[in-house]
């Protein structure tokens, strides 16, 4: 093993730059050290930049969505070996608190629980990272999985899964998902393993909603202007059955409640730039159930026996390939969504 690597660093608020860093070592017997095979960049990398994430602590190492090849394992690790394909979840976490049995690993209590990696603690977009808790954290890859099928496993896929999960939905529901970037491609595919009978993918941008179209095309997709018209016309009780809401603006947030039928599930996974205001005399009789969740990465090996059974496929999100030598370059067409980007995939 080499003894220094490239790593992609938050050094202060809107400076993220590339550094020669160590070489990252056992420190705990439950760690593993992972060799980087591919990574990727996520919004949430894009809050610690802006500052929006007060816990990220400068100096880290970014990035928390990745795949690779165990290197070395502690003594304490019980299920993995060197040499194994891992997906490396967002979420380090003990799995034996309050919160990690009863699967909310999000909010995992131990010092490294919940998202720390590329957070807290050096992250995933260099050579090589040390993951906690290995055990929990890492998801064997099978044989007839690639690596980009498998890549957004511990994050993306497993957001949309929670999302899909506590949303509630049903066999015969009409569904509307609001938001079709990133996170809004996973839950639908999500989504549509409970077999509603419709699923409405309302996106503002006409390209996503053509991307939707190309390649999920059992969604039917509409313009935010023309929601309520399209979702009273199409449901007879008035509004959709279920509602998640991944778009995260203040419109987006207003149709998840205005558009949702009576006693309807409204999930809430978008994360916003402003507080949100539930004006609940407009909504009185209406009953509606409000969930929130953000990613909880409790379900990555059912994610994974999915990807195996080709039963969700996110390499169409994969629009861009870059080398971790041009991650300034790759950052900056996902910052500004560039040329059509939807996920970027980096190389190191
Ligand atoms: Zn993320
Ligand atoms: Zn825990």
């Known amino acids: 093993m080499k003894e220094t690597m490239l790593a992609y660093t938050y050094l202060s608020e809107g400076l993220f730059a590339l550094r020669e860093k160590p070489v990252p070592h056992l420190i705990d017997d439950r760690d593993a050290v992972v060799r980087v095979t591919l990574a990727s960049v996520c919004t949430s990398d894009l809050h610690i930049k802006h500052g929006h994430v007060p816990r990220a602590v400068p100096g880290v190492t970014v990035g928390h969505e990745l795949v690779g090849i165990v290197e070395e394992v502690g003594k304490g690790v019980k299920t993995l070996r060197p040499g194994e394909r891992v997906a490396v979840n967002v979420e380090t976490f003990c799995g034996e608190c309050f919160f990690c049995r009863r699967g909310f690993v999000n909010n995992c209590t131990d010092k490294d629980g919940g998202w720390a990696l590329g957070c807290r603690i050096d992250g995933g977009l260099a050579e090589y990272v040390r993951v906690p808790h290995a055990d929990q954290g890492l998801t064997p890859i099978p044989d007839n999985v690639s690596d980009r099928q498998a890549l957004f496993v511990g994050d993306l896929l497993s957001t949309g899964y929670w999302a899909a999960k506590i949303g509630e939905i049903e066999k015969g529901d009409t569904v509307l998902l609001l938001g079709a970037g990133p996170t809004g491609l996973c839950i639908l ?19 996503r909603r053509r991307f939707v179209r190309e390649h999920y ?18 449901c007879p009780t008035g509004g959709a059955d279920k509602v998640i809401e991944a778009a995260g603006t203040d419109d987006t947030f207003r149709l998840a409640w205005q558009l949702a039928r009576p006693n309807a599930v409204v999930t809430v996974v978008a994360m916003y730039d402003a507080p949100q205001v539930l004006p609940l005399p407009d909504m009185y009789g209406k009953n509606l159930t409000f969930k929130t969740g953000g990613v909880d990465g409790c379900d990555c090996e ?32 996902f910052e500004n969504r560039r040329d ?6 980096i190389e190191p």
């Open 302 to 333: 059912e994610i994974m026996r999915l990807l195996a059974a080709n039963k969700l496929d996110t390499q169409p999100l994969i629009t861009h390939t870059f080398p971790l030598a041009e991650i300034e370059t790759a950052f900056d067409l």
């Open 189 to 207: 595919q999500c989504v549509r393993l409970k077999e509603p009978a419709r699923i409405v993918v309302c996106e503002k941008d006409a390209e």
């Open 217 to 234: 095309p059992y969604a039917e997709t509409i313009a935010p202007d023309e929601a309520a018209s399209y979702i009273r016309g199409i």
């Open 340 to 345: 059509g980007v939807i996920k970027v995939a």
